[in-house]
């Protein structure tokens, strides 16, 4: 059985790997994806603070980013959580047929060199708190 830092420090590595699939994503043009991945990122690191503030080891299995946030003790800017809600629109316009023809119009480059910035930050945050 896994202990409390072992699972903390599962999901900061799951997160780092999609970091990194998110910039090589954003190398090959695969904007949309990158999205997807920097979602990922954020969920993870956010799933490492659930852990880390709840007794339990397993944290639910949502996609819902400030749902995470708010059962976790951090307290995050009010640009920070209310950025949460775009972040969340990458996991859904990215997954059903009917959003996705949006977020390909959303996802230029520059958005995307914008958003992976803005993530950086949000990362470099979460982990500092862990």
Not at 9 to 18: L, P
Not at 73 to 91: F, G, H, K, R
């Amino acid at each position: 059985m896994l202990t409390k830092e072992e699972h903390i420090a599962y999901w900061k590595r799951e997160a780092e790997r999609n970091w990194e699939t998110a910039l090589y994503l954003q190398k090959g043009n695969q904007r949309v994806m990158a999205l997807f991945m920097l979602h990922l990122v954020t969920e993870k690191l956010l799933k490492a603070h659930w852990v880390k503030d709840n007794f339990d080891n397993q944290p639910p299995r949502t996609h819902d980013l400030q749902n995470l946030h708010n059962q976790t003790e951090l307290d995050l800017p009010t640009d920070d959580y209310d950025y949460l809600a775009i972040v969340n629109q990458w996991s859904i316009d990215t997954r059903y047929p009917d959003y996705k023809e949006k977020i390909y119009a959303v996802a230029t480059e520059s958005y995307l060199a914008v958003q992976v910035e803005k993530i950086l930050k949000l990362k470099t945050c979460l982990l500092e708190k862990l």
